[in-house]
């Protein structure tokens, strides 16, 4: 089972993205999925998630700027982000799990993991 994250790349203050995460039987099996990131010398945070049933969530400071979304056909779970600013430069982690239910933003919960993928913002 992979976990692949793609979509990274170095923008200018204001840019966007999209970030993709493909996972092959987790985009249908799963109850939640979720994107998390980690800047330099601090700790991975959570991002955003999104249910099964489609209804998403959002960390304060990216609520109105990024959008979560899913394919179940393609078996990808994607990050469009608008309005990125420095403090957005991270590396960005999309993680599933379809055994234990919604876990959202709880790290520690999911099994699966993509190696992530680099975003840096430049003002």
């Known amino acids: 089972v992979q976990v692949v994250e793609s979509g990274g790349a170095s923008v200018q203050d204001g840019g966007s993205l999209r970030l993709s995460c493909t996972a092959p039987g987790f985009t249908s099996n799963s109850c939640e999925m979720s994107w998390f990131r980690r800047s330099a010398g601090k700790q991975r945070e959570w991002v955003s998630s999104?249910?099964?049933?489609?209804?998403?969530t959002y960390t304060d400071s990216v609520k109105g700027r990024f959008t979560i979304s899913q394919d179940n056909a393609e078996s990808t779970l994607s990050l469009q982000m608008n309005s990125l600013k420095p403090e957005d430069t991270s590396i960005y982690y999309c993680a599933a799990d379809s055994s234990r239910g919604c876990i959202g933003r709880r790290q520690y919960l999911y099994g699966y993991w993509g190696q992530g993928t680099q975003v840096t913002v430049s003002s």
């Open positions: 999104i249910r099964a049933n489609d209804v998403t």
